[in-house]
């Protein structure tokens, strides 16, 4: 270390004469100007050219398949105009093609179409080609035709969206801007006129008539190769003669040559428009324009990669640009680490000794002030320390103080949600009595989903009738829990009373939750739905969710409970809104009640787990005693849920109607008539599975 502090000695000695403001301008000067301008120079020239010549790189990775449907479609139109070929290899080669080149062109499209804007253009071609499948063994040929040039021109148009969202278009460099114009431009446009000879031409040879039209339109079409090859040989010239890395020329002079030689030789052709060998002509018009679409293709292959080769050549440079502006900035960055090692050891001795007294403040044994010789603003916080360390150290204890009420807080209010959660399982109905009920198998679950649930559900067995209740309180935690408890403590109390009238127990009920809730301040309400079981009929009242009662044989009913009550505790009066609904039980009939916690229970795709899921799993075990099927439910749900986090409490309440031991085959024809005839003469209610299946509503 001291042969560090001798080697920054100067520095040091420096730095302890400057205050802070005179340091950090001193350091700023020597940092800040050449890393301000070195940071501008990389991040607003170079990367930004960067970024285009990246972008141009993705139009020409958009071009690729797009000329390959570009130079199969006049192909594939060809051939359809051709009523002996349209069933051969050739043609289903080409269909093949189209076919593997639009699906890798809907590859690319899903990659970069949003950054090029081409999706619904895209998507209109996509239209088209399917449109154009479907009319294939149907339509006329002139239907075709125009499907197929319409296609075309959506083709053009895309290709044109590529050059102007991709930056082809304004390609800053001579070179790769004649080929990309070569490319993008001059080419399809000269593929387009010779394919369109050779429709031409091809209907000359089929109708072996030749008019005066047709060959007017021909003429047309080969001035228009003339201007197309001339702008093109010029163009590609420029970059040959434009290319510093000098890799156009070698690889495209010669196959440039040919194929501008050839077009030459094509348009030097006039036809004669009084020759009687019109047809002849014809098809020698349709090899050559055959010919040189070939030699076109090939051109426009060497020129796209050679295009890419320029496009990365300049990326690179901007890379290297980066590199020696990193080694210049990191030059300065040197000199400036070496000013601010030497500020560092200059400050070291008061740091170190600021450390010291506060660990003396941590402990609380101050004893003495600080003294130092700076004549910085270091001095002025070393007396600044001393004036406030006894005070430090009286606000240390006052805050350990506070963080131990804290703790004990903490474990206090542990303490009571934990016996809110053991009263909670206290009262739920122990298998011992639920066993003690003479006509019904009784399985319940319930589990919650944080300490306190919010989920309630009892059994109550009294002078040999069974009431039945299950509800469901707004949120879950301690607020959710005490009022649980409160409703299981109001219906045992009025059950007590022998209050059998159900919109009297609902009502009476109600107006006491609803009382307790209003002194709570609280705004937690809850569905209830209670059941009177006796003899083989259930009467429900109440609002929850929907009651799944399972007929022998796997028929599911629903009872949907909307109209049957309110929540509890959401407003004083709501004797009007309650009503109940009767249903007769059968032997092996199985009545199923739960919570939303069941089919609103996620995976880890976010899908619930639904009642129509629900509703599979009891049709496929109604047959099994209430504690299988309870237990078939809930391995379920585990299942569908694997480890995702349990959202919301879970209760289930499966009740069977036990087997009469007394039931002959005549009782039991008797029970399935009956349950044959619940199909068309159900409550309102009550709803046949078959019916509502996947109809699944919002529960209040």
């Keep these: 270390m001291k042969k ?4 920054f000695r100067p520095a040091i000695s420096l730095m302890n004469r400057l205050n802070y403001p005179q340091k950090f301008t001193l350091i700023s000067s020597v940092f800040v100007l050449p890393l301000s301008l070195v940071m501008y120079l990389l991040i607003s020239e170079i990367q930004s050219r960067n970024d285009f010549a ?69 998507n209109t071609i996509k239209e088209i080609l399917q449109n154009l499948q479907t009319i294939q ?31 082809l278009i304004l390609d800053p460099d001579i070179d790769s801007y004649y080929l990309m114009d070569a490319t993008l431009l001059k080419l399809p446009e000269m593929q387009y006129t010779l394919s369109q000879i050779q429709l031409l031409t091809q209907k000359t040879i089929q109708t072996q008539q030749n008019s005066i039209e047709s060959r007017t339109q021909l003429i ?32 495209l002079e010669q196959i440039l040559n040919d194929y501008t030689n050839s077009i030459d030789l094509l348009t030097a052709t006039s036809i004669p428009l009084t020759s009687n060998n019109s047809i002849l002509s014809s098809q020698v018009f349709y090899t050559a324009a055959l010919e040189n679409l070939k030699r076109s293709y090939i051109l426009w292959d060497k020129a796209i990669i050679e295009l890419d080769v320029l496009l990365q050549n300049r990326i690179n440079g901007f890379v290297q640009r980066q590199v020696l502006l990193s080694i210049f900035v990191s030059m300065i960055l040197i000199v400036v680490l070496y000013l601010y090692i030497a500020f560092y050891l200059g400050v070291k001795q008061t740091v170190s000794s600021l450390s010291a007294a506060s660990k003396q403040m941590i402990d609380g044994t101050v004893t003495e002030s600080i003294k130092l010789e700076n004549r910085d603003e270091l ?7 001393n004036d406030i360390a006894l005070a430090l150290v009286q606000a240390n204890k006052e805050v350990n103080l506070l963080n131990q009420r804290l703790t004990d807080e903490n474990i206090r209010m542990g303490a009571e949600l934990e016996v809110t959660s053991k009263l909670q399982k206290m009262i739920l109905p122990p298998e011992r009595e639920l066993d003690q009920i ?17 989920d309630y559900y009892d059994v109550i067995y009294h002078d040999g009738k069974v009431k039945i209740g299950i509800g469901d309180v707004t949120g879950h935690g301690l607020e959710s829990g005490v009022l649980m408890i409160m409703v299981q403590t109001a219906v045992r109390t009025l059950l007590e009373h022998n209050e059998t009238d159900p919109k009297k127990f609902l009502d009476t009920l109600n107006r006491t939750i609803y009382q307790n809730v209003q002194r709570m301040k609280s705004d937690k309400n809850m569905t209830l739905c209670l ?17 799944l009662i399972i007929r022998r044989g796997g028929l599911i009913q629903r009872v949907d409970t909307i109209d049957l009550g309110l929540p509890i505790g959401l407003e004083e009066e709501i004797s009007d809104f309650i009503g109940y609904a009767d249903v007769q039980l059968y032997p092996d009939d199985v009545v199923v009640l739960y919570t939303d916690g069941i089919t609103e229970a996620e995976n880890f795709e976010g899908q619930l787990y639904g009642l129509k899921r629900l509703t599979e799993v009891l049709k496929e075990n109604w047959q099994n005693s209430a504690n299988e099927i309870k237990q078939a439910v809930v391995d379920d749900l585990y299942k569908y849920i694997g480890q995702h986090k349990l959202m919301d409490d879970i209760t289930l309440v499966v009740l069977k109607h036990k087997k009469l031991e007394a039931a002959n085959k005549f009782a039991e024809k008797d029970v399935d008539k009956n349950l044959e005839s619940m199909v068309g003469s159900a409550h309102p209610t009550i709803k046949p599975y078959h019916q509502q299946l996947g109809n699944e509503r919002a529960h209040v």
Excluded: C
């Design 438 to 454: 003479p006509d019904l198998e009784i399985a319940g679950f319930m589990v919650s989903a944080s300490e306190v649930g919010g």
């Design 220 to 251: 047309k079409y080969l001035a228009k190769l003339e201007e197309y090859n001339s702008e093109l040989k010029k163009n590609m010239q420029d970059a040959f003669n434009n290319n510093p890395a000098g890799n156009a020329r070698p690889k």
């Design 379 to 385: 001095a002025e916080v070393v007396k600044s320390f």
């Design 4 to 7: 560090i502090e001798k080697l």
């Design 137 to 167: 063994n149907t339509g006329d040929i002139k239907q075709k035709n125009q499907e197929y040039n319409f296609l075309r021109q959506e083709i053009d148009k895309l290709r044109k969206i590529v050059g102007d969202k991709s930056n």
């Design 531 to 547: 059941l009177d079981y006796h003899e083989g009929k259930v009467r429900i009242s109440g609002q929850h969710e929907e009651m």
């Design 54 to 122: 990246e972008k141009e790189k993705i139009g020409n990775i958009y071009l690729r398949p797009l000329r390959q449907l570009w130079a199969d479609i006049p192909l594939a139109q060809i051939i359809t105009n051709d009523s002996t070929k349209q069933n051969t290899d050739e043609f289903k080669q080409i269909k093949n093609r189209i076919d593997k080149n639009f699906n890798f062109l809907e590859t690319v499209n899903k990659k970069h179409g949003d950054a090029l804007l081409t999706t619904e253009k895209f």
